[in-house]
T-cell receptor
Framework: DSGVTQTPKHLITATGQRVTLRCSPRSGDLSVYWYQQSLDQGLQFLIQYYNGEERAKGNILERFSAQQFPDLHSELNLSSLELGDSALYFC???????????????FGPGTRLLVL | EDQVTQSPEALRLQEGESSSLNCSYTVSGLRGLFWYRQDPGKGPEFLFTLYSAGEEKEKERLKATLTKKESFLHITAPKPEDSATYLCAARGLYGGSQGNLIFGKGTKLSVKP
């Protein structure tokens, strides 16, 4: 158990809908990262938050957005869902972003999203 | 463009048959090479971090090594419980991987008793 929690574990929805995925980082971690994993693309970095502020963006679609709250939990919002958005979504956390420090990211169990 | 490539895509071993997994990387200013293990339907589990060429780390039957262009995950006398997908990831100082991880597609290892 990494200490990172994600809810829900599974989510089934229809095209055009909007869903929210939730992540709680390990105790003491200030950085939260979101990743998408599909069969053909592997793990793709979406976005990072550090202590409530957006720190880095990867291949995140405009239909997707995220935020990190004062209690450090994070939510990933996916809207206008398409069939191709079906994937595993992982959250990871680390202690914090600091110049020159190569931190380890610890992953949660993931949310499996199925768009029908 | 920052890139991480893993080979082979899949590897089948008999219990006790040692082998190595390869991870080739092209990253501007490598700031860490990470190995994770992922079981089906679960999140990646951290194994090792390597920072500089020549560095080695060991954990039970696993040993990770790093050169300037690639990393190897050596598995000695594997057991069926070592069956999983092994992911390699790199973090660079510049470019697309700045501060974040770029993952390879993984090597799916199956160990038969």
């Amino acid at each position: 158990d990494s200490g990172v929690t994600q809810t829900p574990k599974h989510l089934i929805t229809a095209t055009g809908q909007r869903v929210t995925l939730r992540c709680s980082p390990r105790s003491g971690d200030l950085s939260v990262y979101w990743y998408q994993q599909s069969l053909d693309q592997g793990l793709q970095f979406l976005i990072q938050y550090y202590n409530g502020e957006e720190r880095a963006k990867g291949n995140i679609l405009e239909r997707f957005s995220a935020q990190q709250f004062p209690d450090l939990h994070s939510e990933l919002n996916l809207s206008s869902l398409e069939l191709g958005d079906s994937a595993l979504y992982f959250c990871a956390s680390s202690v914090g972003t600091s110049g020159g420090v190569m931190e380890t990211q610890y992953f949660g169990p993931g949310t499996r999203l199925l768009v029908l | 463009e920052d890139q991480v490539t893993q080979s082979p895509e899949a590897l089948r071993l008999q219990e006790g048959e040692s082998s190595s997994l390869n991870c080739s990387y092209t990253v501007s200013g490598l700031r860490g090479l990470f190995w994770y293990r992922q079981d089906p339907g679960k999140g990646p589990e951290f194994l090792f971090t390597l920072y500089s060429a020549g560095e080695e780390k060991e954990k039970e039957r696993l040993k990770a090594t790093l050169t300037k262009k690639e990393s190897f995950l050596h598995i000695t006398a594997p057991k069926p419980e070592d069956s999983a997908t092994y992911l390699c990831a790199a973090r660079g100082l510049y470019g697309g991987s700045q501060g974040n991880l770029i993952f390879g597609k993984g090597t799916k290892l199956s160990v038969k008793p």
